[in-house]
């Protein structure tokens, strides 16, 4: 193909995407582009964690177990908690959000940034069921790599998370046995 007929179909196809993005978005700001960006690169992720699995040579079991399902969902649930809204981890998200204000105990509010292609990122970075899609999957790859260590960290997690949910709990019943003083 000649270098005219090649960007006559780039220019095409910028056109197809661009009416798609057009119709989709239905006036809203909606950046598909990044979305897309952020699939390919999850595509790479688990694509490189399962070349290292298979490059161990260790048969990954035939099924997970029910207490490792269990203890990846708990542990994923808090490291997506703690990455996308945690204050502590903020430095990290800074970059692609603005800070807006608290949100709940010990957690924060903030919006992605509409600038420089940073929204898509940053919305993936605030939303914790994104991050724990890609939490989830590290867990799963490093616990057939490094099984041990893997669990050890997924159990601490999986504390931090019950500990999570006794801190109001405890407040709670602080305030009822004291009549709230």
Known sequence: M??????RLTGRLEG?????QRDYSAGHDRPLGGYLAAMAGFGAYTAAWATAVR??????????EPWDVILTALAAFRLGR?????SVTSPLRAPFTRYVGPQGPAELHEEARADD????VGELMTCPFCTSVWGASTLTAGRLLWPRATRTAMGALTA?????????A???????VTGGE
């Open 55 to 64: 490059l161990r040579r260790s048969p990954p079991p035939d099924r997970p």
């Open 160 to 168: 931090l998370a019950g500990a999570d949910a006794l801190q109001p």
């Open 170 to 176: 405890y407040g709670a019943l602080t305030d009822k």
């Open 82 to 86: 703690l990455l996308s809204k945690a």
């Open 2 to 7: 000649g270098t005219a007929a090649g960007s």
């Open 16 to 20: 197809l995407l661009r009416g798609v």
């Open 117 to 120: 292609g940073k929204d898509a």
